[in-house]
């Protein structure tokens, strides 16, 4: 499904400086090392299109929380050492996003030279969205290109802000995203199942009252779980419980008609660890303080049933403590089943950082049809949100006779 708003396809590109907000908030150990590159590699095809096409490109991301001062802990010049192994070309870095390190970085640059401005989050004015910090990123750019999907939900001055002062269209990336999670909540095949789990029901109760308008199964684990089975009546014993949203699983289990899969059996666990002693019991069989950390095989078979001809999945959560190997065997039998499924023609549409974790962990991640790099922005768009990051992009011309490529 195409995404009525203009791309990088779509505007002239020769000479200009393409600015791009990119998502380079990756994970790194205490040594400040890189340890997955998945967000960055997924910015390539937009980065490589814009430099085949003579640009000059401007990257700007945050990068952790550093409280709008600088912190060198959350500097990206380490994104640029990896950036030029990718790119197979150099990679410059500006030591800040705007004043006269970005102007003059940007001054020097040739056509085809690729730039990595310093951490947006230096500044306060970036979650501020401040309109004389957006102007002075502006400043460095002739095109603004939004390709950050993983931060379409936050009105930042890098991505709200800046499209006032620049012509703004989407990246590839971005292209990509919105086009997969628009296409299952608009033209999916049926029977659609979605599975959902995590920790709070609070998280997701929008994605769940959307999705049970457009799903034909909607399968609850992980500890989101725990609310509904305490909405059924059943002791959950020392697990993590949204009491206050005991009454809301409930109306939802009511209003559901038959939608909503609850697990019917639970591993517990005596105590928060792998080592601790654990059983699999019914779900509602759990004795006072135990906790339920992953779901049982009787759920699994009901979780598979349900999946068996299944034409569209989407998968956002997992279904208990993956981290622990011990209560893990719950995601892993979901993220094969998904898998299977999607080898046998069904699309699959994996989102939020622990799942994506997860089908990486259990080495099905290739065989997924599309992994979203947005946690809270893909979820927000499940939920029918509004994104501003995509609001602000440009929309396609309405005009049947217009001539794509020579805009601006």
């Given at each position: 499904?195409?995404i ?5 396809r ?5 000479g ?7 998502d ?13 590159d ?12 814009l ?14 929380r ?19 192994e ?16 970005a ?27 401040d ?12 095109l ?10 936050r ?26 999670i ?7 095949k049926?029977?659609?199942v ?12 929008g ?21 509904f089975?305490k ?17 809301l ?15 019917v ?11 601790a ?16 950390l ?42 094969t ?35 979203s ?30 001539s ?5």
């Amino acid at each position: 499904m195409a995404i009525e708003k203009k791309t990088i396809r779509d505007v002239r590109l020769h000479g200009r400086r393409a600015l791009v907000r990119v998502d380079f908030n990756v994970p790194q150990d205490k040594d400040g090392n890189i340890t997955d590159d998945t967000r960055i590699r997924a910015h390539l095809p937009t980065i490589n299109y814009l430099l085949a096409h003579g640009c000059k490109v401007i990257l700007m991301s945050h990068l952790g929380r550093p409280k709008g001062k600088p912190d060198m802990k959350y500097s990206l010049k380490p994104v640029v050492a990896l950036l030029r192994e990718l790119l197979e070309q150099p990679v410059y870095f500006a030591t800040d996003c705007i004043g006269d390190p970005a102007v003059q970085s940007v001054a020097n640059m040739h056509v085809g030279d690729v730039l990595v401005l310093e951490n947006l989050r230096f500044h306060p004015g970036e979650d501020a969205d401040d309109p004389v910090f957006a102007r002075e990123l502006a400043r460095l750019g002739d095109l603004y290109v939004c390709d950050a999907f993983g931060t379409a939900h936050r009105e930042s001055a890098s991505m709200v802000g800046v499209t006032s002062f620049l012509p703004t269209v989407a990246g590839l990336l971005m292209e990509q995203e919105v086009a997969a999670i628009s296409g299952v909540l608009e033209d999916a095949k049926h029977p659609f199942v979605a599975i959902l789990g995590g920790a709070k029901v609070s998280d997701k109760i929008g994605v769940i009252e959307n999705l049970l308008t457009k799903v034909d199964k909607l399968l609850i684990g992980g500890g989101m779980a725990i609310t509904f089975l305490k909405a059924q009546g059943f002791n959950v014993g020392d697990s993590l419980l949204e009491a206050d949203k005991v009454e809301l699983a409930t109306s939802l289990l009511h209003e559901a008609g038959g939608k909503l899969v609850i697990p019917v059996d639970v591993v517990i666990a005596a105590a928060f660890s792998n080592e601790a002693n654990r059983k699999t019991v019914a779900a509602d069989a759990v004795p006072d303080g135990w906790r339920i950390l992953d779901i049982g095989p009787q759920t699994v078979e009901l979780f598979r049933t349900a999946l068996v001809d299944a034409q569209t999945i989407v998968w956002n959560g997992p279904m208990g403590v993956f981290e622990m190997p011990n209560f893990a065997a719950g995601t892993q039998a979901i993220a094969t089943a998904v898998a299977g499924r999607t080898a046998q023609g069904a699309y699959s549409l994996v989102g939020g950082g622990d799942s994506v974790a997860a089908v990486e962990q259990m080495g099905v991640a290739d065989q997924i049809s599309h992994i979203s790099t947005g946690g809270g922005a893909s979820l927000e768009m499940l939920e029918g949100k509004e994104m501003p990051g995509l609001m602000h992009i440009q929309d396609l011309h309405p005009d049947p006779d217009f001539s794509t490529g020579v805009v601006y």
